[in-house]
């Protein structure tokens, strides 16, 4: 009996990997390798001013460091994330990184040699972020004094550390896809619903969490305890 279990149950196995893996994918189109837009000085503007909507520089920086450069230690319940450099430095930033990779990132919630980036880093509502505003971000980054600081390893507590399980978490939780706008609502709303819920992340912080770390459903703004205020 036991041994005719077993082929079911593997497959069961094999079959809810490969969903994972679909979820993780789908919606996902090539990466764009194209030609980088052009940085002209409206862009370069356009972009500080969506990396201060979106506080980049907030998590990106440490005190006394230089800005965007990474190395600010989030504590999470599941561990410590680092994170990482922005500046355009070739080495250890984004210097080699292409405006297709940065929107993937931003978009997709992967790094540039494709693998899972963590939550921490709040893709869940970059995703909503247009291509224009990503291209006008990276801009804008390009022009940012180089910084060679190398990106510290996250210390997260096993299994959280490994890419399986981010491709669970992803699969439950996460949803790529840009933000359509309400044409039942002004201009100016869906302005603002779009800062709030795409480079703003206030959800990232304002959300309930549920013990995976996802948000609470109907909760989206109801606060919650900060998983490293104790």
Known sequence: MRRRLLPGALGAVLLLAALVAWLNVRGEAPLDA???????????????????????????????????????????????VVSSNLTPDPAT????WSA???????????????????PAF????????????SDALYAFLKTVPPAARANEAHELRFPYSTQAALAVWRA???????????????????????LVQGLG?????HAGRNALGGPAFDAEFAGGLMPDAG
């Open 201 to 205: 992340h206030c959800s990232a912080c």
């Open 100 to 118: 297709g990779e940065f929107w993937r990132a931003l978009h997709h919630g992967r790094s540039r040699d494709g693998h899972l980036l963590y």
């Open 172 to 194: 439950l939780f996460f949803r790529a896809g840009e933000l359509e706008p309400d044409a039942r609502q002004g201009a100016s709303w869906n302005r603002g619903r779009y």
């Open 93 to 96: 930033g984004l210097g080699a």
């Open 122 to 133: 709040p893709y869940p509502s970059f995703t909503r972020v247009s291509r224009e505003d």
């Open 34 to 80: 194209g030609a980088t837009p052009p940085a002209t000085p409206a862009v370069v503007e356009r972009g500080a001013y969506l990396a201060r909507a979106g506080n980049c520089a907030g998590c990106h920086s440490v005190p006394g460091g230089a800005p965007f450069a990474g190395g600010r230690r989030i504590e999470t319940p599941f561990g410590s």
